[in-house]
């Protein structure tokens, strides 16, 4: 007995369509199957799972502190890479090289306008930011600037997409000027460019980091440096939106957000073997002045909420927006609050609770 036309149609249909699933589902298999954003982080994580993360400072922690054997007894492969700030992470993400980066809020906020989507996974803070900001302001030999009432009509050193740039718009906020007041040079921060800039009076201010500034000053003894009295200790660790819907991806960035949690906490605790691990070793600093520069950054901590967080965060980026012509952004779709309690649980007693959070 002949089967009609149309049977024959709808059977072909029906085994192309299994087929395709067949298929989809081994190819899902062998990507990791697509994690929605509001699911429960997967517990188990597959041996192997490989995550490409540029995060400089608390690798040499998790290897120094032999953290690095509860990433690899989890199942947790990582691929380091020397990377770290805005341009480099987000051209990183941009090539589908990176997964991960340690950078402070501003990247984020660039990533979503510039059209890569990522999410927050980690927030650390100061204990006591103010008494140990990330950065001062870095003074060209010969030039005055005592206050910050007297960077009027100076050429300051600003990068637009990164922290430093920022921070050089709130600290003209806070000392009642205004971008007219100054001259803005457009600069991005790798390396020691900003270190070059100001001993070559190619700009009269520059935001430094600690480390940066130690080096100013041995290289240009006549620089100066001066505090802003902001508070600019932001730290984060964040990720392409695409590897945190990686199921496998995500169940070993629950591992690693715990394990960074407990780096930084080793970090406080053993102050001279972060020195030397990282900033004299990797960084190439005298012992004394890695030393130096981890005694003027002061103890880390885990935020038992990150509600203040992401408050700054809304405020830097109505300020971006503003200033840099930017659309209006909601900063709670960058944050991936399901990681928070990963934090908080592995830092258990010692998360930081009150202004400082």
């Known amino acids: 007995m002949s089967t009609s036309p149309s049977r ?35 517990d188990q994580v597959p041996s192997g799972t490989q995550l490409r993360i540029g995060d400089p400072s608390i690798q040499a ?16 492969r990582v691929e380091w890479a020397n990377i770290s700030g805005g341009p480099q992470s987000i051209q990183a993400f941009r090539a589908d090289k990176l997964d ?22 980690f927030q650390s803070v100061t204990v006591d930011p103010l008494k140990y900001p990330v950065y001062q302001l870095g ?41 007219k007041d100054v001259t803005l040079v457009e600069l991005t921060s790798t390396g020691d460019s900003y270190v070059t800039a100001l001993g070559g009076k190619a700009v009269d201010v520059a935001p430094l980091g600690a480390q940066n500034v130690k080096i100013y000053q041995a ?8 505090p802003t009295g902001i508070r600019d200790d932001a730290s984060t660790l964040y990720c392409l939106t695409k590897s945190v819907q990686d199921a496998e991806k995500a169940a070993a960035l629950k591992v690693y957000v715990g394990v960074r949690t407990k780096a930084l906490l080793w970090q406080n605790e053993h102050p001279e073997e972060f020195a030397k691990a990282y900033y004299q070793d990797s960084q190439g600093l005298s012992p004394a002045d890695a030393k130096q520069v981890v005694a003027l950054s002061g ?17 830097t980026a109505d300020l971006l ?21 990963v934090q908080t649980a592995a830092a258990g007693s010692q998360v930081v609770t009150g202004d400082a959070a």
Request: hydrophobic fraction near 45%; proline fraction near 3%.
């Open 61 to 76: 922690v998790v290897q120094a502190s032999g953290l690095d054997k509860e990433l690899t007894g989890a199942g947790v």
């Open 100 to 121: 991960c980066s340690a950078v402070a809020d501003i990247p984020s906020l660039f990533a979503a306008w510039t059209g890569t989507s990522t999410k927050i996974v």
């Open 219 to 226: 290289k240009y003894p006549g620089g100066g440096a001066v």
């Open 8 to 42: 024959r149609t709808a059977r072909a249909v029906a085994a192309l369509l299994a087929a395709s699933l067949f298929l989809t589902a081994c190819g899902g298999d062998e990507a990791g199957a697509t994690l929605e954003l509001s699911a429960a982080l997967p």
């Open 139 to 179: 003074v060209a030999p010969g030039v005055h600037v005592a206050s910050l009432a007297d960077l009027r009509g100076k050429k300051i050193a600003y990068s637009a997409g990164q922290a430093q740039g920022a921070l050089v718009l709130r600290v003209l906020q806070k000392a009642g000027l205004t971008r």
């Open 321 to 341: 927006a503003t200033e840099q012509d930017h659309e209006k952004l909601d900063v709670t779709t960058l944050v991936d609050r399901r990681f928070e309690k």
């Open 299 to 315: 103890r880390k901590g885990i935020p038992a909420s990150w509600d203040n967080a992401v408050t700054r965060l809304q405020e």
